[in-house]
């Protein structure tokens, strides 16, 4: 980066950041000068929370830049936000960057970049370097931060940027981040996995765990409840691992009981919580807590003991199956629900059974369930006895036809009770209704109109539809 080294730029993070934001903003406007218009971004993200709240952080550089933001793939500035974890969220990439070919054509302003997990990958750079050339920027999942830097380089040279680190070097606090919503914010409390499940392509494309410290989240926090934030969510692949790399250690319950203290925060999520870690005391904690919403997401990924060993997944059937037991005796109001994954090399049907037994037992809220997909660097890409096509549909649809029934039984046990209600959107179909949660994360619809956005009401839930009520508010 050699081309602005004479300027007086800030050595340090954030304030680097800045400075690049502010001289974007400065070719930005002059192009907006030219156009005699605003210059327009759309941001298309696949994939996790994770990169969800990646694509907020995104949001607010360019908005800080003067993009004004837009649902639609014409725009000036288009970004995909990738996802890895499995190989037809890559093809879909493929398929949309092919489609923008010629929109570049026409617009010769437009600029593209990539970013995410997918990127990450080397054969996935090589690829762009070789038949995309028209894609801008490309980076990773360490260097979001950077995004205002590379940005900035891009639009001073001719160049394609790629700029993908192996690891990630500093957690940068303190850069803008856009909500989607002004009631509720993701929080990412530690980076990457190092759990390295068989299948998983995440640890290689996200790195070790990295937990941030707990002063530097509450500050997050109470920045964010004193701008009327009422619910968070505290985001990481594990985050029941969360502190064991600081000094002094901090457990993921302690963290939670800090976040229970801030003032105006009214509900606290999480996720992911992987099962191997989950303690005795997170189940206390959430016992005794009036923020910690009833809903725990707790990846089965599959219900054969045996198919768990050759996952690394590190528990049994029966582990799963009395944690889940522990979890609805502490807090039986709890929804818990999961990941599954049918197709697993080596999956008998007999190992289906065994997962069919979990979800009838444990009676999940509501379940996420995949077919197997091969990732390359992975142990499970090189396994024998991988799962023929024609009888990894066959389970998929065995296993969704059980999480179903199972669900809507389970979903429905709330029809007729009076429930708290925090108020997301004007229902997208009808705009006489309101669209919100309740603690346990079921979506409920009732009359209403936008100024109730933000609110926690009471609800009569009328009437259950499958995996939604249909209700009406008390006052
Ligand atoms: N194939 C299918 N599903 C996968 N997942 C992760 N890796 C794969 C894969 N290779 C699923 C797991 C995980 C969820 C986010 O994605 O169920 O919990
Ligand atoms: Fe992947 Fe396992 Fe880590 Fe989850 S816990 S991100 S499935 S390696």
């Known amino acids: 980066m050699s081309n602005y080294a004479s300027l007086d730029i800030p050595a340090n993070e954030p304030e680097r950041q800045f400075y690049f934001i502010d001289k974007c903003r400065e070719i930005i406007s002059e192009k907006e000068n030219t156009l005699g218009r605003k210059l327009t971004c759309g941001i298309f993200t696949f994939g996790c929370q994770m990169n969800f709240h990646d694509s907020e952080k995104i949001i607010a550089i ?14 000036d500035f288009v970004l995909y936000n990738t996802c890895t974890v499995r190989e037809n969220a890559n093809e879909r990439v493929y398929g949309r960057l092919g489609q923008l070919k010629p929109k570049k054509k026409k617009n010769p302003h437009m600029l593209i970049a990539l970013c995410g997990c997918m990127m990450q990958e080397e054969h996935v750079v090589q690829k762009i370097r070789k038949s995309y050339k028209y894609v801008d920027i490309v980076f990773g999942t360490h260097n979001i931060y950077k995004f205002a830097e590379l940005l900035y380089t891009r639009l001073t040279s001719d160049d394609q940027i790629i700029d993908i680190w192996e690891e990630a070097k500093e957690i940068v606090e303190d850069l803008p981040v856009e909500r989607k919503y002004s009631f509720k914010a993701g929080v990412n409390i530690m980076y990457g996995c190092n759990n390295f499940c068989s299948y998983c392509i995440v640890p290689y ?13 509450i500050k997050e926090i109470e920045a964010f409840a004193k701008d009327g934030v009422k619910e968070i969510m505290l985001l990481g692949q594990n985050v029941n691992s ?65 198919i768990l060993a050759r996952m690394n997944r590190r528990y049994t ?21 999961t990941d599954i994954i049918v197709g697993f090399p080596g999956e008998t049907d007999e190992d289906l059974e065994e997962t069919l037994d979990v979800v009838r037992k444990v009676g999940f809220d509501s379940a996420f369930t995949f077919q197997y997909s091969k990732r390359s660097g992975t142990p499970a890409a090189t396994m024998d006895n991988q799962v023929t096509d024609e009888d990894m549909t066959r389970r998929f649809n065995k296993l969704l036809a059980v999480v179903q029934e199972v669900a809507a039984e389970r979903t429905g046990r709330w029809e007729g009770g009076i429930y708290p209600v925090l108020v997301e959107e004007v229902n997208t179909h009808d705009s006489s209704m309101v669209t919100g949660r309740l603690s346990n994360n079921t979506v ?3 009359p209403g109109d936008e100024s109730l956005i933000g609110q926690i009401v009471n609800v009569k839930l009328n009437e259950c539809k499958g995996f939604y009520y249909i209700g009406e508010e008390i006052i």
């Open 444 to 446: 409920v619809h009732f």
């Open 205 to 217: 494309v996200r790195g070790r765990e990295r937990s941030r410290k707990p002063e530097d989240i």
């Open 317 to 337: 059937k029966e582990d799963y199956l009395k944690l889940a037991d522990k979890i609805k005796t502490a807090m039986p109001d709890i929804a818990i629900t």
């Open 62 to 75: 360019l908005d800080q830049i003067g993009f004004e933001h837009t649902e639609s793939e014409n725009a």
């Open 242 to 306: 969360y502190g064991k790399n600081l000094s002094p250690n901090v457990t993921f319950s302690e963290l939670l009981r800090m976040v229970e203290e801030i003032q105006g925060i009214e509900r606290i999520r999480f996720m992911t919580s992987h099962p191997k870690d989950l303690s005795d005391e997170l189940i206390e904690t959430m016992k005794n807590s009036k923020k910690i919403c009833r809903h725990i997401h707790l990846p089965l990924q599959s219900g054969s003991t045996e």
